[in-house]
């Protein structure tokens, strides 16, 4: 049977939400999909670290965390506490990474370190941080390549809302021409709510309150978490090397009132938009606030909802939609990646057995 054996590295929102599925959904996991997993540990900035080898009861540790408690008050006499994230990688029986730390888009941060030290001891890894992807996509996905490590990105374009799988899985044939679409749920429910009435300050007090934007906004108003799914979609759909530095980028910060209203008359909508397109040049990428005529498959698209448009040479122009961010939905993007893993491994199970048949089948014949 195959196992897949996590360590949960960073157990902030996203972490938490992938636990709960993992809890609610064990049983139905199992019986449709045949997996089967143990969380073996934990490593949080916060909330310290938790290794046990036989695994985690999932319900104590989310009591824990919802006491306002460290993981340490789990431990029994068979776990081990105090392993930093590194070690939590290499000492422990985990062979699958969740990797959902902190997002550094300049130089990838200690995620970097953590996928990179992961593949290099053979371990799978699954992520929603955009930084070592953005960072180092060609040096990653060739050393989990040379290790035979599968690297789950999913959640880190529309959370769980499968962009990567079904350009990759479904659309297999297409010539993709460009893309575009709207990456970034905090400003588009801002955009939403401006074009309604609201002024920017209290259309971001709005998104602060209901959680779609950090205390800190400047990654979702500048434009730079869109800028980084930018560069993601280029490097893994397009094959590219397009760095953050090479992609313009201008937010939402200078749309005045007075624009909203204009194009409200006109029959328009502002959206900040994130595109990429091919040229003789090769792949130009860019972020901006664009004007929509209503007609726009991204027009519509409103609230805290996201959106991405590809134009291709069979289908024309495919447009997905779903949420971009939250707790459940972002949890799902994990466990999406570990499903698509699992789905692999049962694969290489069933070949091996039955290369073992026919080996077996052989010497009998021999004789």
Known sequence: MNEQRIALIGCGTVGQGLLEILQQKKQTLS???????KLVAISDFKLGSIYHPEGLNIDRVLHAIQSNHTLDTLADQHSIVGFNAIQTITETNANVICEATYTDIKTGGAAFDHHRTAFLHGKHVVTTNKGPIVVAWPELSQLAIKHGCFWGIEGTVIS?????????????????????????????????????GTSYENALQKAQSLGYAEADPTADVEGFDVLAKVAILANVIFNTNLEVDQIPCQGITKLTGQDIIKAKEQGKVWKLIGQLSQSDEGIKGEVKTVCLEKDDPLASISGATNALMLDTDLLGKVTISGPGAGKKETGFALLSDLLALNELQQL????????????????SLSH
Do not use: C
């Open 31 to 37: 019986r449709h999909h045949g997996y089967h997993f």
């Open 160 to 196: 769980g809302t499968p962009v990567i799988k079904t350009i990759q899985a479904q659309l297999k044939g297409t010539e993709i021409k460009s893309i575009s679409g709207i990456f970034n749920g905090t400003t588009n429910y801002m955009l939403s709510e401006m074009t309604n």
């Open 348 to 363: 290489h199970t069933k070949e091996q057995t039955d290369a073992d048949k026919v080996s077996a089948n052989g010497k």
